[in-house]
């Protein structure tokens, strides 16, 4: 259903209630109290204290802005502020400082100032896209085995629903990995909405907590079928080993190695044509992908695999990432950091 609107009114009080994810704590240090009055005190503001004074007025008029505004700005600090994940924005502000100190220090605080506009995802249909979804600061997510069977379950009901093709997965304590495929670009984030709101209802429901369990919007990556799938499925199916929690992925439950390496039915798991191409019999199929995991992947081949699925960039060749940003006309590789270059002028004669 869609969200109520709130009830707001120019010159009529508001009464705000902010709490803490699951009740978690939001103030630790004398610090993070006097910086949270500061942003309080107006969503758009500029200021500087030399060394001692705070030109800004405590002010009792908050604009219909504020919550929303000041929210944001709060979040992005303690997020900065803590070294937590979540809400991963930087804002240049220095929480530790003592207030004696004598500095010049300017802090902007406005969402059309510091805040850049999301990143439009990446995808495109029939294309292969590994997902990553992390839990809020990293915290559990997965408790019983119920758990697990619950989200793939649900997994399989969205899937069939939207019409997403499942490749491979693997469902870490923390964070799930998914290798999807759709005729419809749309289809794999209609999936994550679905599936991701009913697991945290039943999450909430079940150990009796509140707020949010995910951080943020889910990671994706659009991966070149013929180069890279093998290679981003080892890389889904392999991730219990690299975290040490069982020495080959076949002791590992909740991941979909035994169903494409060991023939184990599995409703949820619709192989790609690449996959099948391993074999024409499922079971030479299946001998030859097990024959993959005799080596280890390629640590720049994995490191390479994380950044670029973390920043929402393709995974491919460099035709393959040519050929996507002239389809979705925009960059789909990772840019050069800082300002560019300044072209060399021509020596004078």
């Avoid at 400082?97 to 406005?110: C, D, G």
């Avoid at 999450?203 to 079928?225: I, P």
Wanted: aromatic share 12%; net charge positive; charged share 20%.
């Amino acid at each position: 259903m869609p969200r109520r609107p709130r009830l707001v009114l120019p010159n009529v009080p508001l009464h705000l209630i902010q709490r803490g994810n699951n009740r978690q704590v939001c103030f630790v240090a004398d610090e993070d109290f006097v910086i949270y009055l500061i942003i309080g005190d107006r969503p758009r503001f500029s200021f500087r204290f030399p060394s001692f004074s705070f030109p800004l007025p405590v002010s009792a008029y908050f604009p219909l802005a504020f919550p929303r505004a000041c929210a944001i700005e709060i979040a992005k600090f303690f997020a900065w502020s803590n070294r937590r994940s979540g809400l991963l924005a930087a804002i240049r502000i220095a929480a530790h400082i003592p207030f004696w100190f004598p500095a010049r220090f300017w802090l902007r605080s406005s969402r059309a100032e510091t805040a850049m506009p999301r990143r439009p995802r990446l995808v495109l249909p029939n294309v292969p896209l590994h997902l990553i979804q992390r839990g809020n600061n990293r915290q559990v997510c997965f408790v019983a085995d119920e758990d697990f069977v619950i989200y793939l379950d649900w997994l399989h009901e969205y899937a069939s629903k939207t019409g997403c093709r499942v490749h491979a997965y693997v469902l870490m304590t923390n964070h799930v990995h998914l290798l999807v495929s759709a005729k419809r670009a749309e289809a794999p984030g209609a999936l994550m909405k679905a599936l991701g709101q009913r697991y945290v209802q039943y999450f909430n429901r079940t150990y009796r907590r509140s707020g949010t369990l995910w951080e943020g919007r889910y990671r994706s990556c659009l991966t070149q079928a013929e180069a890279y799938l093998l290679a981003c499925q080892r890389y889904i199916e392999l991730n219990p080993v690299r975290a040490r929690m069982v020495e080959h992925p076949a002791e590992y439950r909740w991941s979909s190695y035994r169903a494409n390496a060991q023939g184990e039915a599995n409703a949820l798991i619709e192989p790609h044509e690449v996959f099948l191409a391993l074999g024409s019999e499922p079971a030479s199929r299946q001998a030859n992908y097990r024959e993959l995991f005799r080596h280890e992947l390629d640590p720049g081949l994995v490191d390479e695999i994380r950044r670029v699925t973390n920043g929402n960039f393709a995974l491919g060749s460099a035709k393959f990432c040519s050929e996507v940003a002239t389809l979705l006309g925009r960059r789909v590789i990772p840019g050069c950091a800082g300002r560019p270059r300044k072209g060399v002028l021509p020596a004078s004669e």
